[in-house]
């Protein structure tokens, strides 16, 4: 058995998540306690406490999950010891596989992303730009459909989460015209996602940019594990890269398809998902059946993932 962690992206956010985990673990109560004292505020109130509103402000969701997903990882390594063979994150989560393999201090990740969110969300006024899912393409079609509407304006794939799931952004008034080529091609299902940019296109550039010049000065370690990026569904090859690839994450598609391939070419048949939710899994068992998925959302999917990779352990040790 081989074994690869998978990271909770935004979207995933809902109020009162990681509670009981702060609750049960020393180890999942030293995360949200850190991150409160590396944002200077108090975030983890504002998860258990705040209204569902507030946490989906993208500077407060993207904190807010890294630290949800983090704790959730410490309470799971309190309980088991294993050795990933590689870690991923879905776009946002790329940091809390970072942080999992040990390349980025968990103090510097959260205040990453509260600036990331920022300048995601400041990158393009409100009502300039969208995204949209499209259920029932393939990723070959919806480039088709992205490159057919990218003449009236700026539409491109942001996400290929699965096959026959992928999502476009841009402007929209571009993506307007997408939503009917797309049901032109055949699509099951379009309909507009409740974001108020067009996150992962070449409209965040500005974003781009400024992060880049906060990644310049936070320190990377070696990685424990290797990762695989978003960007192009490869291994991070050297940390001089971590900052250059979570830099044009931004403006990037994220290549999720790809990045579950990679596992898989890795001798990886077990992946264990970390967040609020269990998306991930979704997508992964459209990608390739044959994985095994294994989700942590709450404090009975931890015992049940822990009793479950302990078996399986034993199994293989027979």
Not at 129 to 156: N, R, W, Y
Request: proline letters at 4%; hydrophobic letters at 45%; glycine letters at 8%.
């Amino acid at each position: 058995m081989k074994i690869g962690y998978l990271f909770a992206g935004q979207g995933a956010q809902k109020q009162g998540m990681g509670k009981d985990f702060y609750e049960a673990f020393e180890a999942s109560k030293v995360v949200f306690d850190e991150a409160n004292l590396a944002l200077g505020y108090d975030l983890k109130d504002l998860i258990f406490n705040g209204s569902q509103e507030a946490l989906n402000e993208t500077e407060v969701t993207q904190p807010a999950i890294l630290t949800t997903s983090v704790a959730m990882l410490k309470a799971f390594e309190s309980l088991i010891d294993l050795s990933p063979s590689a870690c991923a994150g879905l776009s946002l989560g790329e940091y809390s596989a970072h942080v999992s393999a040990g390349s980025i201090a968990f103090s510097d990740a959260v205040k990453l992303v509260r600036k990331r969110g920022a300048f995601m969300q400041d990158a393009v006024p409100l009502g300039i730009g969208g995204m949209t899912a499209l259920m029932g393409l393939t990723p070959e079609q919806a480039d088709k459909v992205a490159e057919k509407a990218s003449e009236h304006g700026i539409v491109e794939v942001c996400n290929y989460n699965a096959p026959n799931q992928i999502v476009i952004g841009g402007e929209l008034a571009a993506l307007e015209m997408a939503h009917e080529y797309a049901k032109a091609e055949g699509a099951r299902r379009v309909f507009p996602l409740p974001v108020s940019a067009p996150f992962h296109t070449s409209m965040l550039q500005p974003a781009e940019k400024n992060l880049a010049t906060e990644l310049e000065k936070i320190t990377f370690n070696e990685m424990r594990t290797p990762v695989i990026t978003n960007v192009d569904g490869r291994i991070v090859s050297s940390t001089d890269d971590i900052p250059v690839y979570l830099a044009k994450q931004v403006t990037s598609s994220v290549r999720w398809i790809e990045c579950i391939e990679a596992m898989k070419q890795l001798g990886i048949d077990t992946l264990v998902e970390f967040g609020p939710g269990n998306a991930l899994s979704g997508f992964v068992s459209k990608i390739d059946k044959s994985l095994k998925v294994i989700s942590i959302y709450d404090i009975e999917t931890l015992h049940t993932a822990v009793d479950t990779l302990k078996e399986l352990t034993i199994e293989k040790a027979i």
